[in-house]
């Protein structure tokens, strides 16, 4: 279970076999079910968490009351609220199971051990969260400037796996549409 997650690293850095002992020990291991809250907007973020099967997003409630799907988190990749969880403030976002998951869990207090036990944990987390950060902003890009049949094409082809497990209701507010009208949309494309 924890091999996707070492693969990750390593592509950033090399640790050797004792540090990768070392922050196995502080790995947990967390089985989430669909719609579960990882973290509630207004919490304070104390976990960095790892996907290793499943879907999560990120989410946020506007002026109405809807829910906003702002990114989609996969497997293999990392979610937290970085400036919550450095700052210690409360959360703008919330962070939400969109299918059954499997996270892996590195808390605060493990993360503060790690970056104080192996020189290179630090660098290697700011290499990930640049590398996530690159990506969301290309992904949202896409999306700018197209009409919301483009939108959904787009997600389609680039997010295709994502929308055979997220309801039609999440991949709207993702995409800004409603959900009536992503159902035209897809009627049309057929």
């Known amino acids: 279970m924890h091999s996707a997650l070492f693969n990750l690293l390593s592509q950033f850095n090399k640790f050797s076999s004792d540090e990768l002992q070392l ?3 502080q790995l947990v291991v967390r089985k989430v079910k669909e719609n579960e809250f990882l973290l509630e907007r207004g919490a304070v973020c104390r976990e960095i968490l790892f996907i290793t099967e499943g879907l999560v997003r990120t989410l946020i409630h506007n002026n109405d009351g809807e829910e906003q799907t702002h990114y989609f ?3 293999n990749q990392f979610i937290a609220d970085l400036e919550s969880f450095n700052n210690l403030t409360p959360a703008t976002e919330s962070i939400q199971a969109v299918c059954d998951s499997t ?3 590195l808390s605060k207090k493990s993360i503060d051990l790690l970056i104080a036990s192996i020189p290179q944990w630090k660098e290697t987390m700011l290499q990930i969260a640049q590398k996530a950060l690159m990506e969301k902003i290309y992904t949202r890009n896409a999306y700018l400037g197209v009409d919301a049949t483009a939108r959904y094409l787009k997600f389609i ?7 055979l497990c997220a309801p039609q209701s999440i991949i709207a507010s993702y995409l800004g549409i409603t959900p009536q009208s992503l159902s035209r949309i897809r009627k049309q494309v057929r």
């Open 23 to 25: 922050i196995e020990a």
């Open 73 to 75: 988190i996969k497997e």
């Open 103 to 105: 996270l892996i869990v």
């Open 157 to 163: 082809t680039e997010q295709g796996d994502i929308a």
